[in-house]
């Protein structure tokens, strides 16, 4: 247990809670810190990942250490066209994000222990224990899902050692030619070396239910295809990830909720992809530069920056609108070819959730991939 009070207790030592400890010890080394983490690692099972573009120059020495794998740039598959972009792609594992955080901090700034209850200059344990602190942040991931309205995107991803090459160079973002019956469906590749691959197969979907059985089945049926022989799986990891196509931002993060909040837990996610690294990074980044970080000062401060980021992300919740509501499930895929004929440029913005108004335009321009008129009645009865 760290002796003193903190200038900062981080609730949950996860992405955004792990980000924002790296770059406080880099750039704020006079604040001290405490991370509170359930798990017995930081950054749980994840393999995360990002492009290039999703990271402003600025903050590139932040991530750099974290990186495991990079690739210059990636594939899409759809059955209508096929395509190679070339933007550099990145990994990180969490068992590295885990190591490179600890090394950061001193050792007693990490406490193993669950959060029950938190005010902003205060914690207390579920073991009873109660720690005060100059001030909190609440980085425990999603909040109350309830309050939103939602899609979700469900994946079961594997890490698999292969008994011979697969002769995969890049990373293949989304390979769509597979069947899409159950609504938007594709399985992801990252080729960490000649014969060790991270297959991932993901859906969206109008229900958050996963069946882990029928999807291990299924990498299974995508490996055999190629003749891959799996001679060991090294890694299993799972998510349920909202796609948040309406909601009130009020009623996720109450004004009456004194205690600063980041990562997911604040909202800080792009609304269509659930990806939440970009903003994870910019958020820290930014949380860095506020003179004053006590207690009732960063939580006030923290919702106004996720409010406006909520704001922002409007167009993102339409556009998961007209995906879930607008497109029957089997054409879903649609959508997606559609977009992926576009730049690279106009690609990387949309991800990184910096698309410019010509973007936006630029996506719905054009024969809809949509029936207009089930367009028109979802974004009539969009929140
Ligand atoms: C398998 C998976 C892969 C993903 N891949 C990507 C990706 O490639 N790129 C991307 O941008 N996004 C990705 N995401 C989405 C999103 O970025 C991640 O979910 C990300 O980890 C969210 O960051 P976070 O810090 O908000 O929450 P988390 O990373 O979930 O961190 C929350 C932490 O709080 C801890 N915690 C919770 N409750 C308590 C408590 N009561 N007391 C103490 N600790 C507590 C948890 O143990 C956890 O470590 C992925 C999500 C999943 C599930």
């Given at each position: 247990m760290p002796s003193e009070r903190p200038d900062l207790i981080i609730l949950g030592g996860g992405l955004a809670g792990g980000l924002i400890a790296l770059v406080l010890a880099a750039r704020r080394p006079d604040l001290s810190l405490t991370i509170i983490e359930a798990g017995d690692t930081?950054?749980?099972?994840?393999?995360?990942?990002?492009?290039?573009?999703?990271?402003?120059?600025?903050?590139?020495?932040?991530?750099?250490?974290?990186?495991?794998?990079?690739?210059?740039?990636?594939?899409?598959?759809?059955?209508?066209?096929?395509r190679t972009i070339g933007e550099p792609y990145n990994a990180i594992e969490s068992e590295h994000f885990d190591r490179v955080v600890r090394s950061a901090l001193p050792a007693d700034a990490i406490v193993h222990a669950i959060v029950?209850?938190?005010?902003?200059?205060?914690?207390?344990?579920?073991?009873?224990?109660?720690?005060?602190?100059?001030?909190?942040?609440?980085?425990?991931?999603?909040?109350?899902?309830?309050?939103?309205r939602c899609g979700w995107q469900k994946f079961l991803g594997?890490?698999?050692?292969?008994?011979?090459?697969?002769?995969?160079?890049?990373?293949?973002?989304?390979?769509?030619?597979?069947?899409?019956?159950?609504?938007?469906?594709?399985?992801?590749l990252l080729p960490f070396g000649p014969t060790e691959i991270f297959v991932e197969?993901?859906?969206?979907?109008?229900?958050?239910?996963?069946?882990?059985?029928?999807?291990?089945?299924?990498?299974?049926?995508?490996?055999?295809?190629?003749?891959w022989t799996v001679a060991s799986t090294s890694r299993t990891e799972t998510g349920v990830l909202p796609v948040v196509i309406g909601g009130d931002f009020d009623a996720y993060w109450p004004a009456a909720d004194k205690v600063a909040r980041g990562g997911v837990?604040?909202?800080?996610?792009?609304?269509?992809?659930?990806?939440?690294?970009?903003?994870?990074?910019?958020?820290?980044?930014?949380?860095?530069?506020?003179?004053?970080?006590?207690?009732?000062?960063?939580?006030?401060?923290?919702?106004?920056?996720?409010?406006?980021?909520?704001?922002?992300n409007a167009y993102y919740r339409m556009l998961g609108m007209l995906l879930f509501r607008a497109a029957d499930p089997p054409k879903r895929y649609r959508i997606l070819e559609r977009f992926y004929r576009l730049s690279p440029?106009?690609?990387?913005?949309?991800?990184?959730?910096?698309?410019?108004?010509?973007?936006?335009?630029?996506?719905?321009?054009?024969?809809?991939p949509v029936p207009l008129g089930r367009a028109v009645k979802a974004l009539v009865e969009r929140k």
């Amino acid at each position: 247990m760290p002796s003193e009070r903190p200038d900062l207790i981080i609730l949950g030592g996860g992405l955004a809670g792990g980000l924002i400890a790296l770059v406080l010890a880099a750039r704020r080394p006079d604040l001290s810190l405490t991370i509170i983490e359930a798990g017995d690692t930081l950054g749980g099972n994840h393999v995360w990942s990002f492009f290039d573009s999703d990271v402003a120059a600025a903050d590139r020495a932040l991530v750099e250490p974290l990186i495991v794998h990079r690739w210059p740039s990636y594939d899409v598959r759809f059955p209508g066209h096929s395509r190679t972009i070339g933007e550099p792609y990145n990994a990180i594992e969490s068992e590295h994000f885990d190591r490179v955080v600890r090394s950061a901090l001193p050792a007693d700034a990490i406490v193993h222990a669950i959060v029950a209850e938190a005010t902003s200059t205060s914690v207390t344990l579920a073991d009873g224990r109660t720690l005060t602190t100059k001030a909190v942040i609440d980085t425990r991931g999603a909040g109350d899902l309830t309050t939103l309205r939602c899609g979700w995107q469900k994946f079961l991803g594997q890490t698999l050692q292969l008994a011979a090459p697969h002769g995969l160079t890049r990373p293949v973002v989304m390979d769509a030619k597979v069947d899409q019956s159950e609504g938007y469906r594709f399985v992801y590749l990252l080729p960490f070396g000649p014969t060790e691959i991270f297959v991932e197969d993901t859906y969206y979907s109008d229900t958050p239910d996963l069946d882990v059985e029928t999807l291990k089945l299924r990498i299974a049926d995508y490996s055999a295809a190629p003749a891959w022989t799996v001679a060991s799986t090294s890694r299993t990891e799972t998510g349920v990830l909202p796609v948040v196509i309406g909601g009130d931002f009020d009623a996720y993060w109450p004004a009456a909720d004194k205690v600063a909040r980041g990562g997911v837990r604040a909202g800080l996610f792009q609304p269509l992809t659930s990806y939440s690294l970009p903003d994870a990074v910019r958020f820290a980044s930014w949380l860095a530069t506020l003179p004053d970080l006590s207690g009732p000062t960063l939580a006030h401060a923290t919702r106004d920056y996720a409010r406006r980021q909520w704001r922002r992300n409007a167009y993102y919740r339409m556009l998961g609108m007209l995906l879930f509501r607008a497109a029957d499930p089997p054409k879903r895929y649609r959508i997606l070819e559609r977009f992926y004929r576009l730049s690279p440029a106009l690609i990387g913005r949309f991800y990184a959730g910096r698309s410019t108004l010509v973007d936006k335009l630029r996506v719905l321009s054009g024969r809809p991939p949509v029936p207009l008129g089930r367009a028109v009645k979802a974004l009539v009865e969009r929140k």
